[in-house]
């Protein structure tokens, strides 16, 4: 049975920092790339960083870039978001997501609530 579990999402105030993480099981998490996606209320899920199977490769939306890092750890079955600075903007539900091939395929975590609010 293929489960993401989020976990790490709270609330905190602007500037401060979080970290997410999505535990994997079920599947072979070492050949599956990993992303975070986030969807705040009122607008689609959006795309927030993506991770390659390795980790060799990262990328991010233009929003995160210098104060979001992706992470995995292929030993433990985790991927992981490190948010510094966190934005008021950066409210909403974050979902980890593994696929792999083309088209891709994959599988959806159940989501995590981050809320930025002093």
């Known amino acids: 049975q293929v489960q993401l579990v989020e976990s790490g999402g709270d609330l905190v105030q602007p500037g401060g920092s979080l970290r997410l993480s999505c535990a994997a099981s079920?599947?072979?998490?070492?050949?599956?790339?990993m992303s975070w996606y986030r969807q705040a209320p009122g607008k689609e899920r959006e795309l927030v960083a993506t991770?390659?199977?390795?980790?060799?490769?990262?990328n991010y939306a233009d929003s995160v870039k210098g104060r979001f890092t992706i992470s995995r750890d292929n030993a433990k079955n985790r991927v992981y978001l490190q948010m510094n600075s966190l934005k008021s903007e950066d409210t909403a539900v974050y979902y980890c997501?593994?696929?792999?091939?083309?088209?891709?395929?994959?599988?959806w975590g159940q989501g995590t609530q981050v809320t930025i609010s002093s």
């Open positions: 997501y593994a696929y792999r091939g083309l088209p891709p395929r994959g599988y």
């Open positions: 991770i390659s199977s390795v980790g060799g490769s990262t």
């Open positions: 079920g599947f072979t998490f070492s050949t599956y790339a």
